[in-house]
């Protein structure tokens, strides 16, 4: 491994890492309390927008609350 793998692998961890500290519980980013998080409320919340498609485990277009604590909690 080269230092710009080990380098790129550090920063992608701390930055999930600051991202995971930031993140509000479940419910608040559920605006519409329906059990799952659309892509139109993870805008709503700083980064999460960005990592919805990865996070949506089930592809189904929404984030269910064990999608988001992944996400969220790493």
């Known amino acids: ?3 710009k793998t080990v380098c790129a692998i ?3 961890a701390a ?3 600051v991202f995971a500290a930031d993140m509000p ?3 608040v980013v559920d ?3 329906d059990g799952f998080i659309s892509l139109e409320e993870a805008k709503s919340v700083e980064g999460l927008e960005e990592a919805f498609i990865t996070a949506d485990l089930n592809k189904d277009g929404q ?3 064990a999608e ?3 996400v969220s909690h790493g």
Do not use: C
Request: proline share 0%.
């Open 1 to 3: 491994m080269n230092i």
């Open 10 to 12: 550090a920063l992608t």
């Open 15 to 17: 930055s999930a890492t």
């Open 25 to 27: 519980d479940f419910q």
């Open 31 to 33: 605006i519409n309390a």
């Open 63 to 65: 984030l269910d609350e």
């Open 68 to 70: 988001y604590d992944e």
